[in-house]
């Protein structure tokens, strides 16, 4: 079977400079990446072309942990990004690429995702409900203004 692509769309109320420093902040990256029910831990995050993560996504019902890794193949800040993912277990096989599109709109940003090569051992069906979770996750943490106190 060949591999997947999930595409995923958003307008979210935030400038491209709050949802970019979302993906390149590891404690915010950490805060909404991971679907509902998930804990994410960032092992490593270096933030530039060329640099890699580690982290791990870990089942808060079951303890149950998956963890990953890539490289940061393209960044332009505030309007770009693609990187690599691959699973650490043997059993997780392939790489997956995922690019992210920030467009300045009126209300805030076009986000635009597109996840290649995603194994077809996670349901696709899976894949875009963990990436609506996602996404909505990070929509509750830019869309706030909040005062400084």
């Known amino acids: 079977m060949e591999n997947q692509t999930i595409s995923l769309h958003r307008v979210i109320k935030a400038s491209p400079e709050k949802v970019f420093r979302a993906f390149a902040d590891p404690l915010a990256h950490a805060t909404w990446l991971p679907p509902y029910g998930y804990i994410c831990t960032v092992q490593h995050m270096d933030f530039k072309v ?3 993560y580690s982290m791990a996504f870990i089942n808060f019902s079951t303890g149950n942990k998956h963890s990953f ?3 940061y193949l393209e960044i332009k800040p505030n309007a770009f990004i693609k990187y690599s ?3 650490d277990d043997p ?3 392939g790489e997956m690429t995922t690019t992210v599109w920030l467009n300045a709109v009126s209300c805030g940003t076009d986000l635009k995702v597109v996840q290649e090569g995603v194994p077809t051992f996670i349901p696709a069906e899976m894949c875009y409900l963990g990436w609506q979770d996602s996404l909505d996750k990070l929509i509750k943490l830019v869309e706030p203004e909040i005062p400084d106190a």
Do not use: E
């Open 69 to 71: 890794g890539g490289s």
């Open 91 to 93: 059993n997780m096989p």
């Open 50 to 52: 060329g640099g890699t």
């Open 85 to 87: 993912d691959r699973f």
